[in-house]
């Protein structure tokens, strides 16, 4: 994956959440299967939350949905319905952001990774998601 970062830039489909994200141009996306993703076709990369801005005009726009475990926050646009971003479970320190989300322009390549959603502790226990929402900082530590 490519080091070098860009600003992309996205929201919903009514464009009521409107975010950026500084990210690669190349980009690794984690298609899930669990019930909540399955449902809506989610395909989402990870980032740091430091590198994720949500535009302070959207705040008022999303609402939060949460199941299981309650440590993902799907959260959507109350106007459109649609899931651009959430805090997901196997990385509460980052933020999937639905890479059919992002303005066309900014992504030039996207690797999907299949996430066995359904069996969630084996799947994140044998991938390596958990290590998109560090800093390379705290990778090196």
């Not at 009521?16 to 500084?22: H, K, L, S, T």
């Not at 076709?41 to 994720?52: L, Y």
Request: overall charge positive; charged content about 20%.
């Amino acid at each position: 994956m490519n080091l070098d970062t860009i600003i992309h830039r996205g929201g919903c489909h009514c464009k009521r959440i409107r975010w950026q994200v500084e990210a690669p141009p190349s980009v690794v996306v984690w298609k899930c299967n669990c019930s909540n993703c399955s449902m809506r076709g989610n395909a989402h990369f990870i980032v740091p939350s430091s590198k994720f801005k949500l535009m302070e005009e959207s705040e008022q726009f999303l609402t939060t949905y949460t199941f299981g475990t309650h440590t993902a926050k799907h959260t959507f646009c109350k106007v459109c319905g649609i899931t651009s971003f959430y805090k997901p479970r196997s990385n509460p320190d980052g933020f999937a952001v639905s890479f059919r989300c992002v303005d066309p322009g900014t992504l030039v390549h996207a690797e999907i990774k299949e996430f066995d959603g359904r069996n969630w502790e084996m799947s994140y226990n044998g991938s390596s998601i958990a290590s998109f929402s560090k800093l390379e900082s705290e990778m090196q530590s």
